[in-house]
């Protein structure tokens, strides 16, 4: 059974400080999709990475993938109090015979000024 | 190009009626996904669809649940007989071919078992 976790699962930090989000995934994957979700609101697709070593970057926030220690982190730089969400990691099974993504339990992120 | 759509946006049910929940992919989407969340949870994956045709279920609970997508109309999502534990957001996502796309999801029904 593939399983991912993610830490912390809760996070408080000021503005202006950098931080990071870590994603372990338990067997092979071939993507790794990064979402983030808003109180009461549906997921929004941040990143999704490929292959090892993929790096994508939007606005203050990177993404990162090694695939050989089944690791993807979110990075956080110079946060700013909009990014409060949770942030959700998921994992594609690349084993076949199952086609949903799996997800994390979430990182609570609270930014405060 | 309207997103995916789901409603209803919050469901009230007491205990042993149906639920009926209802998910329209984005236009050029042929391919339908279900996940439950509970609270303080993430989504976990109940099924996967494609027109006419349930490609995945394996997430599926074997009693009560069920889940179609016809040839027209929204795919359904069918809980019989509610109990307090089926109360969460349930999501759909759809994608425009194959299951390795990009998942975009709607905005999720909140179920709630009185």
């Known amino acids: 059974e593939l399983k991912v976790e993610q830490n912390p699962l809760f996070l408080s930090m000021q503005e202006g400080k950098n931080y990071t989000i870590y994603c372990n995934y338990s067997t092979t994957s071939d993507r790794l999709y990064w979402y983030r979700q808003d109180p009461g609101k549906s997921l929004e697709s941040l990143f999704v990475?490929?292959?090892?070593?993929a790096v994508k970057q939007e606005g203050r926030l990177m993404a990162s993938l090694d695939t050989k220690a089944r690791l993807s982190t979110l990075h956080i730089t110079a946060a700013v109090h909009d990014l409060s969400a949770t942030y959700f990691c998921?994992?594609?099974?690349?084993?076949?015979?199952?086609?949903?993504?799996?997800f994390g339990k979430g990182t609570h992120l609270i930014i405060q000024p | 190009n309207a997103g995916v759509m789901q409603n209803p946006r919050h469901l009230v049910r007491r205990r042993g009626q149906e639920a009926r929940l209802r998910c329209s992919p984005m236009?050029?989407?042929?391919?339908v996904y279900w996940y439950r969340q509970l609270p303080e949870e993430g989504l976990k994956f109940m099924v996967y669809?494609?027109?006419?045709?349930?490609?995945?279920e394996s997430g599926m609970p074997k009693e009560r649940f069920s889940a179609e997508f016809p040839k027209e109309g929204p795919s359904i999502l069918r809980i019989q007989q509610v109990v307090r534990g089926d109360s969460a957001a349930y999501f759909c996502?759809?994608?425009?071919?194959?299951?390795?796309?990009?998942?975009?999801f709607g905005a999720g029904t909140r179920l709630s078992v009185l």
């Open positions: 669809l494609q027109k006419e045709n349930i490609i995945d």
């Open positions: 996502a759809s994608s425009p071919r194959t299951s390795k796309n990009i998942q975009y």
């Open positions: 998921a994992v594609m099974y690349s084993g076949g015979g199952a086609d949903g993504l799996t």
């Open positions: 990475l490929l292959s090892n070593g």
């Open positions: 236009k050029g989407h042929s391919h």
